[in-house]
């Protein structure tokens, strides 16, 4: 049973030889609608999928797992609301949900107050930790850093930057101008949009005017199809665009002639030449389309509900307490390579690679780390309080959430 806001929908059960047995619950919180939707519905996609291969395997414990899926409306406060709703009232074992650094800090003390877990699938600005949180995402030194670095080596030192008007692309920009900066880059210009605007004027004058060497891209949600839109008809899609929050899911809602000298970083790219890889490339689209495409986010959603079950299986619990204590110790062979929870900071070890756009959506990788990386959520330039501070000097600037 899937529930979608107050909709029902009926999924066809699995049959276990305890006939009876209640089912083991996960939320599955993600935006359905509003600006974000674009981003969060395949996400539950992904999730569909890992928990159906639990099922058809036996499920966990001898419980069929149930999804319960909620909309969270592009809106902080009610993603707060609903992790509370499903946490006391749904008892789920663990909630996979979130996309925006908003929804995730509105979701934070709730899951930590209540002794929730969240497992969170998506890159962000770092500067955070939490016991209650699995962060399947990229922190800074495995996405943001090594991007900005890359882009200055190949593409240009006269850096734009623009992203959505909330935390991740404001504390971002923080550690982009830093990373600028030690390697004789210049920030030559910096422009926000409202999460639920179209209006990308602004930025094109910017841009007409400045003339940079590469566009440095945090806008999340529906705004980077006006965005690749607007810099097109001005004539100005031959700059280079190096995106932060720009998956292949994400692109396909770009026209292909938008794509030109698009850049993104990310650990997993649908393009991956594996076995592992392959296969569950097949099994997605087996399932949802041929047409369909797979980013990051989702690989991640995907595998963090199968490391949550690899973990109630070895400690035989859906316990969420006992489940986070056993995450510790986790590794699992995953689309995007091998990757481990680190035990100090609930970060993944996890490849870095940097891919550039195809007309046909996928990216060519034309850069990958050696190895996986160690995540350090706070940049190890400055020391911990350095970064609390600078972070709440940003929270108390007036950003919007």
């Not at 919180?29 to 058809?56: F, I, Q, W």
């Not at 882009?151 to 990373?179: E, Q, T, W």
């Not at 607007?230 to 770009?254: H, R, T, Y």
Request: charged share 25%.
């Amino acid at each position: 049973m899937r529930l979608i806001g107050f909709l029902v929908l009926m999924i066809p059960a699995v049959t276990y030889a305890q006939n009876g047995a209640e089912p083991i619950k996960i939320g599955v919180l993600h935006s359905l609608s509003g600006p974000m939707g674009e981003n969060g519905r395949p996400l539950v996609d992904a999730a569909e999928l890992a928990v159906d291969e639990l099922n058809k395997s036996g499920g966990l414990l001898g419980h069929e797992i149930e999804m319960v899926v909620v909309d969270g409306k592009s809106d902080w406060e009610l993603f707060a609301h609903e992790a509370k709703r499903l946490i006391e009232k749904e008892h789920v074992s663990a909630i996979f949900g979130c996309w925006t650094s908003s929804c995730r800090k509105a979701v934070k003390p709730v899951v930590e107050k209540l002794n929730g877990l969240l497992f969170y699938p998506v890159q962000y600005e770092g500067l955070e930790e939490s016991k209650n949180i699995i962060y399947m995402g990229a922190p800074p030194n495995q996405q943001i850093i090594p991007g900005v670095s890359w882009a200055l080596n190949h593409l240009g030192k006269r850096l734009y930057l623009v992203g959505s008007d909330y935390i991740f692309p404001r504390a971002a920009n923080l550690i982009i101008r830093d990373v600028a900066q030690a390697n004789k880059g210049e920030v030559i210009g910096e422009h926000y949009v409202p999460l639920h605007s179209h209006a990308m004027t602004a930025v094109i004058n910017d841009v007409q005017k400045l003339q940079p060497d590469v566009i440095l891209n945090t806008i999340n949600g529906e705004g980077n199809r006006y965005l690749f839109e607007s810099l097109k008809q001005a004539g100005l899609d031959d700059i280079p665009i190096v995106s932060f929050s720009v998956s292949e899911s994400e692109i396909e809602n770009i026209e292909k002639a938008h794509r030109n000298n698009h850049y993104a970083v990310w650990s997993y790219f649908q393009s991956i030449d594996s076995e592992v890889n392959r296969s569950f490339v097949r099994k997605f689209k087996r399932r949802f389309g041929s047409e369909r495409v797979i980013g990051e986010p989702m690989e991640s959603t995907y595998v963090g509900i199968k490391l949550w079950a690899k973990a109630v299986r070895e400690i035989q619990s859906k316990d969420p307490v006992s489940v986070t204590k056993n995450l510790s110790n986790q590794s699992i062979e995953a689309p995007e390579g091998i990757v481990s929870v680190d035990a100090k900071t609930h970060h993944l070890w996890k490849m870095i690679r940097i891919g550039k756009a195809q007309k046909n959506g996928q990216f060519n990788i034309v850069w990958k780390s050696k190895y996986p990386i160690r995540p350090v959520p706070f940049p190890s330039y400055r020391l911990r309080p350095l970064w609390d501070k600078v972070f709440d000097e940003l929270l108390s600037s007036g950003i919007q959430k």
